[in-house]
């Protein structure tokens, strides 16, 4: 009778995403907490310098990655690194065309995050404007560093894959651990966004 182990970093990933989780809990606790003590017609000023059809361009991107990063996993299960046929044909994508196409999108969206960010500040809003611009940085900023470390993370797979002589189990699981952690940002901005942009 045999015994069948979790993959011991797996295990670690999801411990180590629970305690990212905890991070965004105190970010959202702050949020709602300076919310609930500011004047409303003040915030609501503040938050009317938002760009809600941008913000929801910029989401869609991000949201779409995580199919793209889904698609990189499923074809690192099956071993598949690279294409087996035309880069036109998506079916035979292997995982680093669909990594390199998530990684794509995922610097449009620190890209479009850096747009948004230079546009308020134009308009007045920053960081040490008021406590809507405080919570507003600290929050969109710091995971929009999380999205880095996702990118940085994207880099060094593929420079695993691209390394193997024999792409098998070791590389698999660094893509299936990265896209755990890919995934979890994509959750929790689209949390971010559905309180800063639509509830505001």
Not at 134 to 148: P, Y
Not at 176 to 188: G, L, M, N
């Given at each position: 009778?045999?015994?069948?182990?979790?993959n011991?970093?797996?295990?670690g990933?999801?411990?180590?995403?629970?305690s990212?989780?905890?991070?965004?809990?105190?970010l959202?606790?702050?949020?709602?907490?300076i919310?609930?003590?500011?004047p409303?017609?003040?915030?609501?000023?503040?938050?009317?310098?938002?760009?809600?059809?941008y913000a929801?361009?910029?989401?869609?991107?991000?949201?779409?990655?995580?199919?793209?990063?889904?698609?990189?996993?499923?074809?690192?299960?099956r071993?598949?690194?690279?294409?087996?046929?035309?880069?036109f044909?998506?079916?035979r994508?292997?995982?680093?065309e669909w990594i390199s196409?998530?990684?794509?999108?995922?610097a449009f969206?620190?890209?479009?995050q850096?747009?948004?960010?230079?546009?308020?500040?134009?308009h007045?809003?920053?960081?040490?404007?008021?406590?809507?611009?405080?919570?507003?940085?600290?929050?969109?900023?710091?995971?929009?560093?999380?999205?880095?470390?996702?990118?940085l993370?994207?880099?060094?797979?593929?420079?695993?894959?691209?390394?193997?002589?024999?792409?098998?189990?070791?590389?698999?699981?660094?893509?299936?651990?990265?896209?755990?952690?890919?995934?979890f940002?994509?959750?929790?901005w689209?949390?971010?966004?559905?309180?800063?942009?639509?509830?505001?």
């Amino acid at each position: 009778m045999s015994v069948n182990r979790p993959n011991p970093v797996s295990v670690g990933t999801i411990v180590w995403l629970a305690s990212e989780l905890m991070f965004f809990a105190g970010l959202f606790a702050m949020y709602f907490t300076i919310r609930s003590v500011m004047p409303q017609e003040e915030w609501a000023a503040q938050a009317d310098h938002l760009n809600i059809p941008y913000a929801t361009l910029n989401t869609l991107v991000l949201v779409a990655s995580s199919f793209t990063c889904q698609a990189g996993v499923t074809a690192a299960e099956r071993f598949q690194p690279v294409r087996t046929g035309s880069i036109f044909n998506l079916a035979r994508w292997g995982m680093n065309e669909w990594i390199s196409l998530t990684y794509v999108m995922g610097a449009f969206f620190i890209g479009g995050q850096i747009f948004e960010y230079a546009d308020l500040v134009e308009h007045g809003l920053t960081i040490a404007s008021s406590p809507y611009g405080s919570v507003f940085f600290l929050t969109t900023g710091f995971h929009g560093l999380h999205v880095i470390g996702g990118l940085l993370a994207f880099l060094f797979l593929l420079g695993r894959s691209f390394a193997a002589k024999n792409f098998g189990h070791h590389e698999a699981t660094t893509g299936i651990v990265t896209s755990y952690y890919w995934h979890f940002v994509d959750v929790v901005w689209i949390a971010l966004f559905m309180v800063i942009y639509i509830l505001r």
